[in-house]
């Protein structure tokens, strides 16, 4: 038989519901390759080998007694550790946080547990989530199982670790300026950024959102397989009335036209010609499978891009200020400084035009994806970039900044972005974005699925 780990989410849930193995011998499958594994790239940084055992057997109970149970039936999966999961702390890679214990789960965590996933662990993320790196001064730093050498990316760097390295199918993760996207990216495994107000969230440890986070952040699944990422978003985006921004719209939406809009550098950005050769690429696989690809020029992406900043800086200053100076993470100060550098001190005009601007963008691209339902772009301008590269001068950190545009971009105007693996570069993992309009997840999906069969799908990753 295939080691437990290699499966895909999918699979596992399919082979518990037919008995063809146990959920306990998954647990213990992937606690097992997480012992191996994990001391090499501290990806998870919660474990709960107890609690995932508890949850597996009642899983088993319930199969032999003949009763329903979820689509996430004995699915390993992992939370990250900046959104609120019962008896757990919400760190977000802080040590002032880590007693921040909360008394009950986000929503989607809920909706997972209730489909019966079953929870190994919670996956590290950098201070505040601010980078594209993963490093913090209370769980430290995370490695790319794929080369150490490179970024896990970031926020979600624990995440995309844990999926690539095999500890989990599944692992969630949030994105406001790529930390989906990115850590995928990089860790050469898929990762999507669903629509705003798909999938609920609510953290009561730290209360509600001020309002960049609530026009720019959202939850959303990576896995090593496209079906995976539906699955789990499925069970994800379950209806919750905890939060307002929640639109309970179906997953499949109606049927569209094969039309797809081709980027190679969007806004002019400057793109590595591994990353075009990816997309070119995946622009020929589509037109294979029936998709009419045209190349063309993207409603504008810099204003957005500058937009999410101002929002993140602002709401960053207000709201934890004062706990950046007193957690004293190095990076993190870097790089508020640097973001903060890039559009000035926050004040009520600069706010309200960038909201006003805003629903600009928002309506330019609504009418452009009304045109071309799929676009093809970069999900970074080079590859993977190097540990720590962001942080080792203000160059560098003007490097790391121009090259994540599409990554800082997009989440102000709302609509899902999926980041596809793709065959690597000289090793080095490599990939394409797809974009699609608000709530269009199912054309995402159907695209990132076959670009998935053109070649082989993101193995398991052996960081030892």
Known sequence: MTDLYRLSATEIAGGVRQRAFSARDVAEAHLARAAQVNPAINAVVQEDAEGALRTADAID?????GEDVGPLAGVPAAIKVNVDQAGWATTNGLTLQRDAIAAQDSPFV???RAADAVFVGRTNTPAFSLRWFTKNNLHGQTLNPRDRRLTPGGSSGGAAAAVAAGICPIAHGTDIAGSIRYPAYACGVHGLRP?????????????DRYIGAQVMAVSGPIAR????????????ARPDKRDP?????PLAGEAFVKRAALCLSPDGMTV????CAALTAAARVLEAAGWDVEACALPPLRPAARINTILWMAETDFAVGKMLAEEGD???????SRMTEDVGPPDLSTLMSALRERASLMRAWDLFLAEYPLVICPVSGELPFSQQLDVRSEADFERVYEAQLTQRGLPVLGM?????????????????QLVAGRYREDILLAAGATLEEAGPPPDVADPT
């Open 61 to 65: 109970r319930r199969v032999t007694a």
């Open 110 to 112: 809920a909706h997972m």
């Open 195 to 207: 629509s705003l107000g798909r999938v609920a969230a609510l953290n009561q440890t730290a209360g």
């Open 225 to 236: 397989r496209i079906s995976d990422l539906g699955l789990a978003l499925g069970v994800m």
């Open 245 to 249: 921004w929640h639109v309970a719209t």
């Open 272 to 275: 590595a010609p591994q990353v």
């Open 330 to 336: 190095e990076d993190a100060l870097f790089v508020y």
């Open 416 to 432: 899902p972005a999926l980041a596809v693996a793709t065959q690597s570069a000289d090793g080095i993992p490599n990939g394409v």
